[in-house]
């Protein structure tokens, strides 16, 4: 059972206990997880859904003078339930809590009493406090984000053609309710809905005869070992290895941390497992290597004036340069690539599962981009814009542009009103979530999304539209 018909069903029971429940319930529903089931596996909760069912646990609760720190909470969510998040964020703080909300969506950043803003870059350009204090304060501030923070995508009224179509027929997956509609090929495409409306289930609907053509981008853990890391799993690192080889005369295999140069105390980990008995172990950096993961002989090689782990420590944006300066091509084309889809503040050596979801989604299109002969030609993004700053919206949209006028089908699972707005077509799902969505409601272009009755997605897309 949903928790909307959960909702019902205690609406109808006289008894204090059940009112109890209702309140915790309803919260839920206002933080836009009114389609979970009951039974819903916790360890298949999305990291936004997990943060808000944290949330409203502590919704009901009576205690005050409490810290409550939010990543992101508006992540997943539709504009329609970003404004109920808002609420429930204000609650929480006229209950006499401190509420500390990490949050990019300018919805959000407008309730904020006090506004902390870090900068002025990313990676290495940032770690500094360019802005501490009032909200009313904060447009006059010249940041990077009080300069974007009434940025407005301009309404796309020049959809491009499609070159043909993806049909879908009678799509009952999940929630969906004998769905009929065409994907277009060849253009960007944004598949819009209240979260659970049945936005992802509309796309595991289509056609089987061309599942070999179509990638899906999510946010998903990357496969592989815990070593693994961007120069790793993007393929610029065999490149760099066989150059500090040649610069060194030395096999490459020595500038890898997983066969000949790994550091003999902690076998190119970079931390040591410490068994604390009944007590769960932990990892501790290296002693020796100093996390470094390499040999000290291996380190006493350079390239330039960097040893390997120099490298690998290095932003992608800064490694490109590197790579530029000492002509390893390949590892260069690639670190570009990291820039372009916004990957540039992220060292090369980083570790893959240290990483964001969107950070693992943005790292997986590099890869994709990366390839010479594309294996696939239509390409189905899940949120591209998560974790995403504003600054990056226009990058991320020339970027899809750019994939599209190169041959591409875009089609993205998307909230973000940008790229809803500079989309090419739209197919809009709503009214609700779980058994209330799962209907077709539009499939037109924004301009015409705009002035649909029945759309909530179009009437917040008017809105941002007329705020332009």
């Given amino acids: 059972m949903e928790l909307v018909d959960v909702a019902t069903w205690l609406s109808g029971i006289n ?10 319930v309803n919260n839920a529903i206002e933080v836009g997880l009114g389609y979970l089931s009951l039974n819903r596996p916790a360890g298949t909760l999305s990291g936004g859904e997990a943060q808000r069912t944290r949330m409203i646990r502590h919704l009901g609760s009576a205690l005050s003078d409490v810290t409550y720190v939010f990543d992101e909470p508006t992540s997943g969510l539709h504009p329609h339930d970003i404004d109920k998040m808002n609420d429930l964020l204000l609650r929480l703080r006229d209950k006499g809590n401190t509420v500390l909300v ?23 350009h940032g770690g500094e406090v360019v802005f501490a204090g009032p909200a009313s304060d904060f447009a006059d501030a010249d940041t990077l984000t009080s300069r974007h923070l009434h940025d407005r995508v301009a309404l796309n009224t020049t959809s491009r053609s499609a070159t043909g179509t993806l049909p879908i027929r009678d799509a009952r997956a999940n929630n969906l309710r004998g769905i009929d509609v065409d994907v277009p090929s060849g253009v960007l495409s944004a598949i819009t809905g209240v979260a659970g409306s049945g936005k992802s289930s509309l796309l595991s609907c289509l ?26 799993y993007t393929g610029a690192f065999d490149s760099i290895r066989k150059a500090f080889a040649k610069a060194n005369d030395v096999k490459p295999a020595l500038f890898s941390a997983n066969s000949e140069g790994a550091c003999p105390n902690c076998n190119g980990a970079g931390s040591v497992h410490v068994d604390l008995g009944a007590l769960s172990g932990v990892d501790v950096t290296c002693e020796v290597c100093e996390g470094r993961r390499f040999s000290a002989e291996v380190l006493t090689y350079t390239l330039g004036d960097l040893n390997i782990a120099d490298l690998l420590d290095l932003p992608a944006e800064q490694a490109g340069t590197f790579c530029r300066e000492n002509r390893i091509n390949p590892a260069k084309r690639i670190c570009d690539i990291l820039v372009s889809v916004g990957l540039g503040y992220l060292p090369l050596g980083q570790a893959l599962n240290t990483l964001s979801g969107g950070e693992r989604q943005r790292l997986k299109l590099a890869v994709h981009m990366a390839e010479k002969k594309p294996s696939a030609d239509i390409l189905v993004l899940d949120e591209p814009t998560t974790g995403l700053h504003l600054a990056d919206i226009d990058k991320l949209l020339a970027l899809l542009d750019s994939l599209v006028e190169g041959g591409t089908t875009v089609i993205c699972v998307e909230h973000h009103l ?51």
């Fill in 15 to 24: 008894h204090p206990a059940a009112a109890h429940l209702a309140a915790s």
């Fill in 418 to 468: 940008a790229v809803i707005a500079h989309a090419d077509h739209i197919i809009d799902l709503d009214p609700g979530a779980g058994s209330d969505g799962g209907q077709l409601v539009a499939a037109c272009t924004p301009e015409e999304l705009t002035t649909h009755p029945e759309s909530v997605t179009g009437h917040h897309l008017a809105k941002y539209a007329s705020a332009n």
């Fill in 102 to 124: 990490v949050e990019h969506k300018p919805q959000t950043i407008a309730i904020a009493d006090y506004i902390v803003d870090i900068g002025p870059g990313a990676g290495p």
């Fill in 207 to 232: 056609p089987d005869d061309i599942a070999d053509r179509v990638l899906i981008v999510d946010q998903s853990t990357i496969r592989g070992s815990r070593r693994s890391n961007p120069a790793t």
